[in-house]
Every structure is written in C-alpha cells, then in structure tokens.
T-cell receptor
C-alpha cells in the first residue's frame, strides 16, 4: 500500500547472524512481490522476487517467504555481512511486473 | 544483467528554472519506463508510467504540466521538472522493464538523480 513516514525502522544485527526483515502489504490482489536493496545515494537493486502461487523462494543467502493469508512478506538473509548494510524495500504489483507499490523500508545495520 | 542509466546524477538549479533528467536502457529496449520520487528516509513513490510513443500515465496528485515526460524511443525517457521550486528537491529514480522477460519480470532501476533547487 501507500508508504508514508518520516523515519525508517532499523534492524541491527551482528555480523554472521541471520537477518529477518518483514513487510506487510495491503492489496490482496497483488500477485508479484519483490525485495530491493538500496544503498545510500543509489537506486534500488533487485534481490529476489516471488509470485503469489508460491510461499517460499530461495536465492543465494536470501530466502523470501510469502503468507497471503495475513498479507505478509519476509526476507531472510543468512550469515549477514557488513556489505548487506542498506535499506531494504518490499514492493508489490498486480498482474505481473507492472506498476510497483513500495513498502516503507527497513534500515539494516550490520555490527562488527 | 540489464542496465539503466540516468543523467545527470546530480543537479543544482535556481528556483524557476527547468531541469531535464534522462533515463536510458543500455542493453535492452524498454517499452515501459517508470519515474519515481524519493524524499530522505522515505520510500519510493511512483510518479508516472512512461510508454514509448504515447502519453505518460500520471499517478494521482502528480501534476503532468509540472513533470513533463517524453518517451521518444525504446531506450530513452526524459523527465523535465518545469519551473522548479525548492519543494521539488528530491531524489528522482527511473526504472525500465525488459518486455522480453514476459509479464513477471523485474524492473531495472537507474542510479537516481539528486535534484536540489535553490
């Protein structure tokens, strides 16, 4: 749904730990979901996507879980590294990869 | 992977002037490009959808006469901020879809353009 806010939620993790970033979406008709990573001053970078006919998808060190019942999406990052520090956004779309609606975003900070 | 570029990466202008931002798909043809705006510590907000050879579709609340979009070719879309004011200062990001990937394919994002209006 619409994303408003004056500050980003922050998740701090120790290097090597697993990170879980959550996202709630609002449109029950959304059928395509993407996680993006955005470093300061740069554009969003694709991490992983999932269609609504799936509830889990794995990539390299990342896993996306989709719970359509409660309209919840999560991104799990295994063995978090300092280079993972960034803002992470979920995005939803209806009818494929067309117009995207971005979530609020979560700032991930990896502590050494 | 597909690459999208933006030019300029940053621009500072005086209030009342117009600024043009270019978005290019470098290694694929993009029939559809999207323009987003992002304020500090906030999310990306879609401004408009740009379709090659036709008029852009603007999101509610976005002034089409202020934010002029031209998608003249399959690899280039431009956003012109007309009569810019300090409140237009923001990070403008474009994205493009590679239609060869089918309906469920990702949007590739440009690096963004930082606009500061004095």
């Amino acid at each position: 749904g619409e994303s408003v806010g004056l500050h980003l939620p922050t998740l701090s993790v120790q290097e090597g730990d697993n990170s879980i970033i959550n996202c709630a979406y609002s449109n029950s008709a959304s059928d395509y979901f993407i996680w993006y990573k955005q470093e300061s001053g740069k554009g969003p970078q694709f991490i992983i996507d999932i269609r609504s006919n799936m509830d889990k998808r794995q990539g390299q060190r990342v896993t996306v879980l989709l719970n359509k019942t409660v309209k919840h999406l999560s991104l799990q990052i295994a063995a978090t590294q300092p280079g993972d520090s960034a803002v992470y956004f979920c995005a939803e779309s209806t009818g494929g990869g067309n117009k995207l609606t971005f979530g609020t975003g979560t700032q991930l900070k990896v502590e050494l | 992977g597909a690459v999208v570029s933006q030019h300029p990466s940053w621009v500072i202008c005086k209030s009342g002037t117009s600024v043009k931002i270019e978005c290019r798909s470098l290694d694929f043809q993009a029939t559809t490009m999207f323009w987003y705006r992002q304020f500090p510590k906030q999310s990306l907000m879609l401004m408009a959808t740009s379709n090659e050879g036709s008029k852009a579709t603007y999101e509610q609340g976005v002034e089409k006469d202020k934010f002029l979009i031209n998608h003249a070719s399959l690899t280039l879309s431009t956003l012109t901020v007309t009569s810019a004011h300090p409140e237009d200062s923001s990070f403008y990001i474009c994205s493009a879809r590679d239609p060869s990937g089918g309906a469920y394919n990702e949007q590739f994002f440009g690096p963004g353009t930082r606009l500061t209006v004095l």
